[in-house]
């Protein structure tokens, strides 16, 4: 099926530890996002693709690492996870070209550093 | 800077009473403007959104919205709500030349009283 999935749908990790969320979609849209959404703040966005082998930062990057070998895929990756990046975090893609469309977004990830 | 404010965190009305989410963007240029729902657990759904053309926008679920330029606002109105509706209702902002990054409103989240 077509869509946009997010896998773990949970995480517990420990602080300091490396974890990576995983993104893909299968739409071939060329852009693809990370954003985390907390109480109070609402989505921040995280980074942004604009297409493979382009990424750029957004609000909230710091303590982030992302890559897009392939237009499907966009992972997440927290090099030395701490408490304040617990989280629910939501990839979405989307294709600009085609009358600014919408975005879709997958089920989320939630994330919980220990 | 740019913005999106909606008016009222949390939102209540009884089953079968009129729904309206406020939406209010700073702009000096034609926005594009969306509308988008979270239930619980879930990522966020398209309701409906305003590119260019008819200023009333029908969306799913019997939501709709109205571009009003001069008040630079872009209220959700559902005319008889329904237990089903309750969640968390988002606008967004975005404009053709700014490389597809959304701006987004905090959040709504809508009560149904029975």
């Not at chain 2, 001069?70 to 975005?94: G, M, N, Q, R, W």
Request: hydrophobic share 35%; glycine share 8%; proline share 4%.
């Amino acid at each position: 099926d077509a869509g946009i999935t997010q896998s773990p749908r949970y995480k517990i990790t420990e602080t300091g530890r490396q974890v990576t969320l995983m993104c893909h979609q299968t739409w071939s849209h060329s852009y693809m996002f990370w954003y985390r959404q907390d109480l109070g703040h609402g989505l921040r966005l995280i980074y942004y693709s604009a297409a493979a082998d382009i990424t750029d930062k957004g609000e909230v990057p710091d303590g982030y690492v992302v890559s897009r070998s392939k237009t499907e895929n966009f992972p997440l990756t927290l090099e030395s996870a701490t408490r304040s990046q617990t989280s629910v975090y939501f990839c979405a893609s989307g294709d600009r070209g085609r009358n600014n469309s919408p975005l879709h977004f997958g089920n989320g990830t939630r994330l919980t550093v220990t | 800077a740019q913005s999106v404010t909606q008016l009222g965190s949390h939102v209540s009305v009884s089953e079968g009473a009129l729904v309206l989410l406020r939406c209010n963007y700073s702009s000096s240029v034609p926005p594009y403007l969306f509308w988008y729902v979270q239930y619980p657990n879930q990522g966020l759904q398209l309701l409906l959104k305003y590119t260019t053309g008819a200023t009333l926008v029908k969306g799913i679920n019997g939501f709709e919205a109205e571009f009003k330029k001069s008040e630079t606002s872009f209220p959700l109105t559902k005319p008889s709500a329904h237990i089903s509706a309750a969640a968390e209702y988002f606008c967004a902002v975005t404009y053709m030349d700014s490389n597809y990054q959304l701006i987004w409103g905090a959040g709504t989240k809508l009560i149904i009283k029975p």
